[in-house]
């Protein structure tokens, strides 16, 4: 079982910048795949940007090149740095973490809301 705990969220003016934090619960480096996802009202969840335990990163095209992605094993940490935010990056942010055989675990979420 893997706990994870988001923070960092919060309201920024466009352009402006936020850094959101997740804790694991247990040793990060024992997860395959940590990733963050937003959902906006009324949309889908979508994958933001992922890290693999290897360090190999993947972004949606609508971050990459503002936002960045990093892990650190030793505090059990993923953080997404975020740059030049934008209305559209309005959403509940949702930390997950894939671990091979058991599947997906999923934070409660944290707001960001970018306002014009």
């Known amino acids: 079982q893997v706990h994870l705990v988001e923070s960092g969220g919060g309201l920024v003016q466009a352009g402006g910048s936020l850094r959101l934090s997740c804790v694991t619960s247990g040793s990060i480096s024992s997860i395959n795949r940590m990733a963050w996802y937003r959902q906006a009202p009324g949309k889908q969840r979508e994958l933001v940007a992922s890290?693999?335990?290897?360090?190999?990163?993947n972004f949606a095209d609508s971050v990459r090149g503002r936002f960045t992605i990093s892990r650190d094993n030793a505090k059990n940490t993923v953080s997404l740095q975020m740059t030049s935010l934008k209305p559209d990056d309005t959403a509940v942010y949702y930390c997950?973490?894939?671990?091979?055989?058991?599947?997906?675990?999923w934070g409660r979420g944290t707001q960001v809301t970018v306002s014009s």
């Open positions: 890290i693999t335990s290897a360090g190999s990163t």
């Open positions: 997950n973490a894939y671990k091979q055989y058991e599947g997906d675990y």
